[in-house]
């Protein structure tokens, strides 16, 4: 008997061996080390997810939004009180939006993704022949863009943040916040770094992009990605964001003269307000832009400015989650001839492209309303708008902001006037004029100011495209008069609180001292 | 000898693993509460009956099993007493029972998931996933039953059910086929389960074939009946919501922007100022019935037996209900002596109808229409919205299968058994939504899914005798146990019409857009496909040994290792040992005082099962790139992503086994002439090494770090006594028995020696109960400025940096550093209750029978989140939200109004936020659970046709009545975290009537 269970154990030990197999499960919902940097087509998927990341940085609880245009700005909100205590800069409110977006964890992301896909991309490479060096070092450079574009973002949002350029994989490492005048150095050369090996465009044969880009055509990509004028423009921000207003000249020019090359232009008043025009889709036209593209099935109930501003009648939704209060259209768009908004003398308004029924309780901000596919179906809040961080008209105003602030008033004027050639050429009725020449230029006495009439004209024409308080911020280090916005500049009331979790965390950092 | 071994091969080969046969798993059997034994009263003579038809054939245990000896002899029920309560799940069966085993019923829909937890929780109940790792393990005649694997929440915006039919797994159990329930808690009993059972292990043994022929039948109809409420209409809502106009605003509004209700702002409006008469629609008495008939027969060679079932149970709210059709058969076979196969199949199909909540049905929908007005509490109208379902469907049905297949050998003193066996769960959920529902888009959606596995189980046993006092009992075993989950899911919105309800495919395959959805728009259909698959390989050695029957001591060692480990620590290897003393043998071997004095101990470690296989991969990425709203983002640019696992945590290198560490002593004793019986267990659990996302690498993009290394400890005592205080040869007899369950539990350690932290709303804190909530001490009311303290440096005091004002809370300054933060929030409470258990009395009168079942929790406390939303109205309806559903109930008057101050709603401190201990309460009740009354009239029968065995009925009335003091609903209606939402279905009042056959 015993020479029985001898003889069991034996076989027992046998199957043993033959189940080590059943032991090796390579998980189908995740994918690990081994299986990932080997080909092209990891590459392009981690490439993607920088990409993808920045998105969900930006549209995480409505923020690239809620940061620029509520916090401070011309919106008013009627029952959100979260949406309140942002709009009134009440930024320790108890709300999970506003204790969400005090969080940056979503931008490391970003960062994180960039500094791996920096370190481990050279294994593609070596593994993988299709992958050439050109497609790396396109590859390479719009990574280290997005990185860089993201400690913009939160040197912008925080201030002063922790400085990480390597992934530090399962070492995880707390690091205490360092200066933003350094990071946004940084990010000037990394943005020029990349500059000069990105293309025009893409899978177009440019000479510094041959080929079709990972085997898809020109329209898969256009407007998608960052290109060599996308790091220009966004130096010209980041430059106008430090006060340099000089680079800011130099790099908005690249971008102006190039413009043509990039398939890039101006856009109408028409296009831009277009259901399925200027925000749908991706576009050339997109200087920095994350698409939600409504055939890629990107469309997304949320993380788009329409989710917070639009409702009836536009689509069948009671109250807006913000809206601009009558009185604050009337003052901001107090000139005649606007083809954005017209109202005349007797109150009647002419045209409904930026707001919707402008005499019912809340005037609907209507100037992006991208539903479904460009739809007019009031019934499902799809929307598929694109996040447009920058379009041409930016940075011809940066650089017009910038003539002004370095005193050559001619060439500011020059510039503004460009972009009044696209807005103001509707009669009292909203209606284009007949020659399309014919516009309202600026006029000093009407308009005062050019550096104020470059100011209105930004919160004008970059309503709900998250623009509104970093332009007061640089508004008010320039004129220096308003003694309550010059005090939060000076205390860093203009950053927002770092989460309590995140202190709960890393014992390094240091509350905004603003914000204690 | 050459047979035997040809076999082992043949199993071996066949990868048909074999299950421990009977012999060993009952030789460590000890410290469970074998429901079977006392069912004496009214069926003494059955059950004798039926144990004699089996010894004919079939696989049994070993006549001898030392370990019997470690049997803990506590609570004794019988399945046929349990199958008098008009069950759909087994933990509706077993609530109460055992002592030790919680079951948990957060609302009483018919068929929905409940949960059990087994000598406390070992993990902070955070999510579904926590929730899964804690279950105990069900095994349903040595086939080990799988549960619903909860990786679908990954893709669900709002988890408050799993998508599919969201069946509770364990409606599978038809308890007239039930031989005995066995609640194994310590690891002296399940280790031989293996590290799926660490949690505790619940046993079901079905009934045998007969070799006589044998059939019984039974049946119940009953009616669920709803306690009445109190519904309000808008007049009501609007009064309460003035109080705080009339105190906070100068004009009746808040702000120049502000907005009152609309269907609160017209007081002629009859819809919402009307009659308020939902309730006639909503709730109503519904029918419940059980039908059960079996037959079984065979010779000494070779028996079966087949049984049917069918069951309803309803719902007295929503019109919900869930319908069960059973059967099963068994069969075995002995074609030598030495030789038997036994072959089983339990199959069931379940169906529910379920609630029409807006809640759910948004969250399966996942799109959120204008809610700014709630249904109206008139019933025209709200029969005019349930009407709307009636465009569409929502089927939900599941199929449930279990079957084995064994081979058994037995030379005498060695026995051999192989079991390979299948557990098979699957679930479809079809559902179509008209336009009217959805503000003009209707929604159509598919799902399937299955959970799967496949146990291959083998086991020798040899017993020998080494002389007349020195025995042995020796096993060895090996388990493979193959899991496998899937599912596949769509949906789509805006379909053409409400006329064509299908998703329907192009299906000409020339086409360019063939297999492209034509009704719905391609860019409105989401598809989804998961699935995870893990394997456990075990084996152990066990060997028991018995000195003159007094002196009993058992050892076990295995090895498990599972494909869910990462390959440099697949392996974990375990020992168990328990000893028994027979005192009465010692002690009282001559004396009456005892007629039985066990004391038994054991003590061990068991690895715990990891569920998710990420972990075993190490350093990986995921295709995750959604955002808050939006987790379902599939790519970019129309390309798939892959990045790190920023939102699920970091896992790296050298994750290890979580294991866990038990003891327990245990005492059987009956006295006074086998009168009394007492068993009394205390336990020591401590579950350690296990993984948990600690929050931190902010900095790097994650969420939280997955590390090893958290530590909770449960300890507490089992205590059944039962008497019989009148003994049954009285003309009344009157049986009571209780069983009481003390937990404590404790958080030891965390990972990386961290003392506390903070994940949500909850905090964690070494040596702090791990189910406790997080609260702010409220102290009343500010009802000026000047009554806010200073805060030291010149200002007020303040929450979080914002300063308080007249109408914000007085919260408690806990730590004296005159700013109210959350170093000011206090671990207070209980979600599980510190004390649990049930009391049962039986009474007898010649045939008549008398049962009053109580259920009792003491020391829980659940937070009344329902009455902080009400009060939090102005941020709940701010946000259009999941959060701003009202449902009809918002209609019905719950919880008590006049206990809250009244606070500036609109501070930005959030006044009414809940986690503050104005809505803790104390949760602790008792309840009357079951009163019985039957009839025996087996002598009767028995006078007219001698073949009949037993003829009983009764009649029962269930959950006569709850003593609390939660001023909610019911206080068992409230989900694992503990907080109320109101959403649970009230627990009807039912009775039933029935019969019992056996001929």
């Known amino acids: 008997m015993k020479k029985i269970i001898l003889l069991s154990l034996v076989f027992v030990a046998l199957l043993a061996g033959s189940c080590k197999k059943a032991l090796n499960i390579s998980s189908t919902r995740v994918v690990n080390e081994a299986n990932f940097w080997n080909t092209l087509e990891d590459s392009r998927a981690a490439l993607m997810g920088v990409y993808g990341l920045t998105r969900a940085a930006l549209a995480d609880n409505n923020g690239h939004w809620i940061y620029g245009d509520a916090r401070m700005g011309n919106f008013d909100s009627p029952i959100r009180q979260d949406l309140k205590a942002i709009i009134k800069n009440d930024l320790n409110a108890s709300y999970p939006v506003v204790n969400q977006l005090s969080n940056w964890t979503r931008f490391y992301a970003i960062i994180n993704a960039a500094n791996i896909f920096l370190e481990r991309v050279p294994e593609v490479k070596a593994n993988d022949q299709r992958y050439t060096q050109n497609n790396m070092d396109v590859d390479i450079a719009q990574v280290r863009f997005l990185r860089a574009y993201a400690y913009f973002y939160m040197v912008r949002i925080w201030g002063d943040v922790p400085f990480i350029t390597s992934s530090r994989d399962g070492s995880f490492e707390n690091r205490p916040r360092s200066s933003k005048e350094a990071i946004l150095e940084f990010v000037q050369s990394e943005m020029l770094a990349s500059a000069q090996v990105l293309p025009y465009r893409y899978s177009v044969n440019d000479v510094q992009q041959p080929g079709f880009y990972y ?302 | 000898m050459r047979i035997i071994a040809t076999i082992t091969f043949l199993g071996v080969l066949c990868t048909t693993t074999y299950s421990f046969g009977n012999t060993a798993r009952s030789a460590c059997v000890s410290n469970h509460f074998s429901l079977v034994r006392s069912f004496h009263q009214a069926d003494t003579a059955k059950t004798d009956t039926a144990k004699m038809d089996t010894a004919t054939v079939g696989i049994k245990q070993a006549a001898k099993a030392i370990s019997k000896k470690l049997e803990s002899k506590g609570s004794n029920l019988d399945p046929k007493k349990l199958s008098i309560f008009p069950a759909i799940s087994l933990q509706q069966y077993l609530k109460g029972e ?22 406390g929780t070992s993990q902070p109940l955070l999510s579904q996933r926590e929730v899964f790792q804690t279950q105990p393990l069900v095994i349903l005649d040595g086939v080990p039953l799988i549960g619903e694997h909860p990786f679908a929440f990954d893709i669900q915006q709002f988890k408050f059910d799993r998508i599919g039919p969201a069946i509770n797994p364990l409606t599978n159990i038809n308890m007239a086929n039930i031989k005995s329930v066995q609640v194994l808690t310590g690891l002296n009993a399940t280790a ?243 336009r009217t529902l959805l503000q003009t888009t209707n929604f159509a959606s598919n799902y399937f899914g299955y959970n799967q596995r496949a146990t291959v189980d083998n086991i020798a046993t040899y017993d020998y005798d080494l002389n007349e006092d020195s025995k042995f009992n020796f096993s060895v075993g090996n388990t493979i146990q193959y899991d496998t989950y899937r599912y596949s899911y769509a949906y789509a919105y805006k379909g053409s019409n409400d006329f064509i309800k299908l998703n329907l495919l192009q299906s000409d395959p020339n086409r360019g857009d063939y297999l492209e959805p034509f009704v719905y728009r391609r860019e409105l259909v989401y598809k989804f496909l998961d699935r995870t698959k893990n394997n456990q390989l075990s084996f152990y050695g066990k060997a028991d040994y018995s000195y003159k029957d007094k002196y009993n001591f058992s050892a076990l060692l295995r090895a498990d290792a599972s494909s869910n480990q990462q390959p440099t620590s697949r392996w974990f290897y375990s020992p168990v ?101 007492a068993s009394i267990d205390g336990y020591y659990k401590h579950d350690k090494n296990m993984l948990l996302g600690i929050p931190s690498a902010a900095e790097y993009g994650y969420t939280s770090v997955i590390k090893n290394g958290m530590a909770i400890r449960n300890t507490g005592v089992d205590l059944v006594l039962s008497g019989d205080i009148m003994p049954k040869t009285n003309t009344v007899s009157w049986t009571s028995s209780i069983n009481v369950n003390y937990n404590q539990n404790k958080l030891t350690a965390l990972p990386g020696g961290l003392n506390q932290i903070v994940l949500g709303d909850r905090q964690l804190k070494v040596g702090e109960s791990v189910d406790s909530y997080w609260l702010l001490t409220n102290q009343g009311i500010y009802n000026t400025d000047a009554e806010v303290p200073s805060n030291g440096a010149g200002g007020k005091m303040a929450y979080n940096g914002i300063t308080l004002k007249a109408g914000d809370p007085k919260w408690l300054d806990v730590n004296g550093d005159n700013a109210i933060t959350d170093a000011d929030r206090t671990l207070q ?44 109205f102005v941020n709940r309806e701010g946000l259009n939200s999941i959060n701003s559903v009202r449902e009809i109930t918002f209609w019905e008057k719950r919880g008590d109004y006049s206990k809250y101050p009244i606070y500036n709603p609109w501070s930005s401190v959030s006044p009414y936020q809940v986690n503050q201990d104005i809505f803790l309460e104390n949760a602790s009740f008792i309840k009357l659970r079951t009163v019985s009354v039957g009839y025996d009239l087996t002598s009767m029968f028995k006078k007219k046709s001698p073949n009949v065995e037993r003829f009983y009925v009764y009649g029962s009335v269930n959950n006569v009545f709850t003593l609390t003091n939660y001023t909610g609903q019911d206080p068992e209606l409230a989900g694992f975290t503990g907080y109320d939402t109101g959403y649970g279905m009230q627990i009807p009042r039912t009775y039933t009537i029935g019969v019992k056959m056996d001929f």
């Open chain 1, 215 to 516: 085997n898809e055509n020109e329209f898969r990509w256009n407007g998608a990605l960052i290109r060599k004028l996308t790091a220009y423009g966004i130096l010209t921000s980041v430059s106008a964001w430090q006060g340099k207003y000089t680079d800011v000249i130099k790099y908005a020019n690249i971008v102006t003269t190039d413009a043509g090359k990039a398939g890039m232009g101006y856009t109408s008043t028409n296009f831009l307000t277009q259901r399925n025009g200027f925000f749908y889709d991706k576009r050339n036209e997109h200087l920095l832009a994350f698409g939600f593209v409504f055939g890629h099935q990107d469309a997304s109930f949320t993380g788009n400015i329409e989710s917070l501003v639009l409702a009836e009648p536009v689509v069948n939704k009671a109250i807006p989650d913000m809206f601009v209060p009558k009185d604050s259209i009337l003052k901001i768009f107090r000139e005649t001839n606007d083809g954005r908004f017209n109202i005349d003398t007797t109150g009647t308004t002419h045209s409904q492209a930026y707001f919707t029924n402008f005499l019912g309780r809340y005037p609907i901000f209507s100037k992006i309303k991208v539903m479904q596919d460009g739809s007019t179906d009031p019934t499902f809040r799809i929307y598929s708008s694109a996040i447009v961080v920058s379009r041409l008209e930016d940075i011809t105003l940066l650089r017009a902001e910038a003539y002004a602030a370095l005193g050559e008033t001619t060439n500011a004027i020059n510039d503004l006037n460009t972009i009044r050639r696209l807005r103001y050429n509707v009669d009292n009725k909203g209606q284009l004029n007949e020659s399309a020449s014919t516009f309202v230029e600026y006029n000093a006495i009407k308009n005062g100011p050019v550096l104020d009439a470059i100011f209105l004209e930004r919160q004008k024409e970059f309503m709900g495209e998250g623009m509104h308080f970093y332009d007061q911020v640089r508004y008010n280090k320039i004129k220096q008069n308003n003694a309550k916005f010059m005090n939060l500049i000076n205390t860093g009331g203009i950053y927002w609180p770092i989460s309590r979790e995140l202190i709960n965390q890393n014992p390094l950092l240091v509350q905004n001292s603003y914000w204690k």
């Open chain 2, 577 to 677: 040992i328990s000893a028994g003393w027979d005192m009465k043998k010692e002690f009282f071997a001559n004396d009456d005082t005892f007629s039985e004095l066990n004391l038994r101990a054991s003590v061990g470690r068991m690895g715990r099962y990891e569920n998710f296989d990420n972990y075993a991969q190490g350093p990986q990425y995921t295709a995750f790139i959604g955002f808050t709203g939006n987790l379902i983002a599939p790519g970019y640019n129309g390309i798939a992503t892959l990045t790190r696992p920023y939102s699920s945590g970091s896992a790296g290198y050298g994750l290890e086994w979580a294991y866990t560490d038990q003891a327990n002593l245990g005492l059987d004793a009956s006295f006074l002439n086998d009168r009394v019986h």
């Open chain 2, 829 to 872: 409470g209980h979600a599980l209750p510190v004390v649990s258990g049930g009391w049962k009395n039986d009474f007898g009168y010649k045939n008549w029978t008398l049962s009053l079942n109580f259920y009792y929790n003491l020391g829980r406390d659940l937070i009344n989140q329902e009455m902080a939303n009400r009060f939090d």
């Open chain 2, 192 to 434: 031989i389960y293996g590290p799926k059972g660490a949690n505790g292990v619940i046993l079901l043994t079905t009934n045998d074939p007969t070799s006589k022929r044998r059939i019984t039948f039974d049946s119940y109809v009953g009616v669920a009946t709803p306690q009445s409420v109190t519904t309000v209409n808008g007049k009501f809502e609007n009064d309460f919501r003035r109080q705080f106009y009339n105190k906070y605003t100068a004009n009746g509004v808040y702000g120049d922007n502000d907005v009152y209700p609309l269907y609160l702002s017209d007081s002629l409006n009859n819809d919402y100022y009307g009659k308020s008469d939902w309730s006639d629609k909503y709730y109503g008495s519904q029918i419940q019935y059980g039908i059960n008939a079996s037959i079984s027969g065979g010779t000494d060679r070779a028996n079966f037996r087949f049984s049917v079932g069918n069951l309803r149970s309803g719902g007295i709210a929503d019109n919900t209900k869930a319908d069960r059709y059973d059967t099963r058969f068994i069969i075995n076979m002995k074609p030598v002596q030495w030789l038997t196969f036994s072959a089983m199949v339990n199959a069931n199909r379940l169906q529910r109808d379920r609630n029409r909540n807006v809640r759910d049905r948004l969250a399966t929908v996942n799109y959120i229409p204008d809610l700014s007005s709630p249904i109206a509490p008139n019933k025209d109208k709200y029969a005019q919205y349930l009407g709307q379902f009636n465009k569409g469907f929502d089927n939900n049905r599941s199929n449930i299968v279990e079957g084995y297949g064994k081979v058994g050998l037995d030379f005498g003193k060695f026995k051999f058994v192989t079991t390979l066996g299948l557990d098979y769960f699957e679930g479809y959920r079809d559902i179509f939504y008209a």
């Open chain 2, 98 to 119: 055992a002592a030790g085993l919680y079951a948990t019923e957060p609302s009483s829909e018919p068929g929905t998931v409940q949960n059990m937890f087994i000598h």
